[in-house]
């Protein structure tokens, strides 16, 4: 009797073992910060940068960076101009697409207006949401511009800019209907995700 139990245990803890050792070993998801970042990107995350970056249409020579910076309430836009005529007054606007396969910008759409507003300069409440205004070259023909906006958010619920296109155009911004009479389009750029 006693023996027979003795024997029981004894093969009760083999088999454990057995089952035990079989067992895969645990893995452990390798770090890939990459990866990560990509993720959070495509979930929407809210976005504290953004930028776009200039380059001449056909027959112009402009080029620029235009940075885009996400606090609580606004975004703050931060333009950076050359190869401007001095002095010269542009208008520039967030336009619908980002899409530079149209030599003359033309791809980039009508300006970005999700609220189905009137166009209007960024003194007025109602305009388009990618209405930025003017900025204007200085002697040397370089524009520097600093304009606070809360009517848009880089990949935000309110207005998101990301992947739209940004348009510098020939002439002024004069509030105009239905665009500004701004004339054509000098240079364009996509608003992209950017590092900080
Ligand atoms: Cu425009
Ligand atoms: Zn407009």
Known sequence: MLRKKWVFWFCAAIALLIVASCSPP???PSPSPNNTQLKSVAASTPLTTAVAILTPTEGNQVTGRVKFTQSE???MITAKIQGLQPGAVHGWHIHEFGDLSSLDGKAMGGHYNPDSRVHGL???PKRHA???GNLKADSL???IKE???DNITINGSKNPILGRGLILHAESDD???????AGSRIAQGVI???KA
């Open 26 to 28: 645990k893995q452990t």
């Open 73 to 75: 309430n606004s975004v």
């Open 122 to 124: 960024p003194n007025s």
């Open 130 to 132: 990618g209405d930025l």
């Open 141 to 143: 023909g370089e524009a």
């Open 147 to 149: 304009l606070r906006v």
């Open 175 to 181: 509030g105009g209907q239905p665009t500004g009479n």
């Open 192 to 194: 992209g995700v950017t």
